[in-house]
């Protein structure tokens, strides 16, 4: 078992876990008081980081261990959860890519930070393009059809 | 404090801890028996999946937790832990964008997996293009020159 120490919380306007229109909110990344702004130093160099968090509010019963339909919608393919993004997965993180907006002493403005108020981040990385994806990049017609209103 | 139970482990031809050069090796993540094959359903229809790992093998008496030079090089400009990737950093939580080869069962054949041999894997999820960074991309001129060998 490997035990982790959030390095800080989301502070945002929405409360509620809920799936689409992440667009409409504004958070930050509050660090903890273990850190000084200096851990942050030069993050406003890149346009974007990369947030690790932990779906605190998933229910660990509920955890999906096989395969199941994405969002529970039968119209789209039962897929294994480690090909799908959901909050009930085993370990329940979460990583997103988000635009930096600003940085304010231990605080990290982000646009784009698709998770509720209160929640533990474990991690942030900045995005670096050597990290993108490399090669040609295809997905399945129904990862596009969930994204259509998802920001 | 949060307690994460590793999914599978990283097999791989790389058993030390070197920054460069990670398209010579071969790696492929081994789900742990908690698993069958339905886990990774339909994951082949990805070109990329996004592997969440533990750098098992760093010394947390090293973690940075303020600023320092990215590799120690110190013609590189002094950031934070969160403003670098490198492995000394608080909860040695890796991410990296893998390039889908094959399943075999609980086996994922990747390409570009930078962990070496043994290294826990706490999470896997599929790359969608949704998620992908939105809006201009930059980065400072150190983040390229760090990467030039690294692949």
Redesign the interface.
């Known amino acids: 078992?490997?035990?982790?120490?959030?390095?800080g919380i989301v502070r945002g306007s929405r409360h509620a876990a809920e799936d689409d229109a992440w667009d409409a909110e504004v958070a930050h990344v509050e660090l903890d008081s273990?850190?000084?702004p200096?851990?942050?130093?030069?993050?406003d160099?890149?346009?974007?980081?990369?947030v690790?968090f932990?779906f605190h509010r998933a229910d660990p019963a509920r955890a999906e261990?096989?395969?199941r339909h994405p969002r529970g919608n039968s119209a789209w393919?039962?897929?294994?959860?480690?090909?799908?993004?959901g909050k009930d997965?085993?370990?329940h993180?979460g990583?997103?890519?988000c635009?930096v907006l600003r940085l304010d002493g231990t605080r990290?403005h982000l646009a784009?930070l698709d998770a509720i108020d209160g929640t533990?981040v474990?991690?942030?990385?900045?995005?670096?393009?050597?990290?993108?994806?490399?090669?040609?990049?295809?997905?399945?017609a129904w990862?596009?059809a969930?994204?259509e209103s998802?920001?």
């Open positions: 078992m490997i035990t982790l120490h959030p390095i273990r850190f000084g200096d851990a942050l130093l030069g993050l160099g890149f346009s974007h980081v990369e690790i932990h261990h096989g395969a393919p039962r897929v294994g959860i480690f090909a799908q993004r997965r085993p370990n993180l990583s997103t890519i635009r990290l784009g533990p474990l991690d942030i990385k900045p995005w670096m393009q050597g990290f993108a994806p490399r090669g040609a990049v295809h997905e399945p990862a596009g969930l994204m998802y920001w």
